[in-house]
């Protein structure tokens, strides 16, 4: 019995952190640039005292899908979505280098250039961008360069500046926080390429499946109500064995 009340239970742990991902997933599906987190459930030996006799199923996230999300048209100038591979360098809350495909940019008040989120938006060298302020037009090229024109300058005046980081590493050495954010797993910041691309005007819509994943929310409802009715069987079954126990 306890057997089956341990495999149920702990069935039951895993099967809402299963949830949890695909819940996350569906919270951000309206979310620009998102890439939604893959999950997948595996057996593990429970060791201690003893044999090794029981098993118990543990969820974990490999990694996340990467293929690009459709592009949507905006027509607002701070607004970059990356053609292809490729990420843009933004400074995390640690003031260390992450990468994100989120390209709803911002002028702040001081004239960084910033993510929706607050976020700086990096330069080659590493370093904040920051235009001079007021500014009356600003623009991104393809190749990450910010241009624009000084607020009273004449219309034909355009002046660059500095040119955003675009990387494009393995995905496979990429690793995501918890804020959202990716990372070189081995800690390293990644070299600067010149092949990435951008285009202007337009951001990329998250690439989550919003059908599949409520389709697996559907699924893992029905397995946790299942580990449930597991568990209600082995307290039946011991109240049954307690009985006849009495009885004998």
Excluded: C
């Excluded at 003893?50 to 996230?61: K, Q, Y």
């Excluded at 292809?84 to 702040?108: F, H, I, Q």
């Excluded at 389709?215 to 082995?234: G, H, S």
């Amino acid at each position: 019995m306890d057997h089956l009340l341990y495999i149920a239970m702990s069935g039951a742990k895993e099967n809402m952190n299963s949830l949890a991902v695909r819940g996350n997933n569906l919270a951000n599906a309206a979310t620009v640039g998102f890439k939604a987190d893959l999950a997948q459930a595996r057996a593990m030996q429970a060791y201690g005292e003893g044999l090794p006799s029981r098993v118990f199923s543990m969820t974990e996230s490999p990694g996340q899908r990467m293929d690009q999300g459709g592009l949507m048209t905006t027509g607002r100038d701070l607004d970059v979505a990356i053609q292809g591979d490729g990420w843009l360098t933004v400074e995390d809350g640690d003031g260390k280098e992450a990468y994100t495909r989120m390209g709803n940019l911002r002028v702040s008040p001081l004239g960084t250039l910033q993510t929706s989120s607050g976020l700086n938006v990096l330069d080659d060298a590493g370093q904040p961008i920051i235009l001079p302020l007021p500014m009356e037009k600003i623009e991104i090229n393809q190749d990450g360069t910010v241009i624009g024109r000084p607020e009273g300058a004449t219309p034909d005046t355009v002046e660059e500046y500095q040119r955003i980081k675009l990387v494009n590493p393995d995905t496979r050495a990429l690793s995501k926080g918890n804020d959202g954010l990716f990372r070189r797993a081995d800690g390293q910041a990644e070299k600067a390429s010149a092949q990435v691309r951008l285009a202007s005007g337009a951001l990329e819509s998250s690439n989550v499946n919003v059908v599949d994943e409520m389709t697996n929310l559907i699924r893992l409802q029905r397995q946790f109500d299942t580990q449930v009715k597991l568990m209600q069987t082995a307290e039946k079954n011991d109240e049954v064995q307690n009985q006849l126990l009495r009885l004998s």
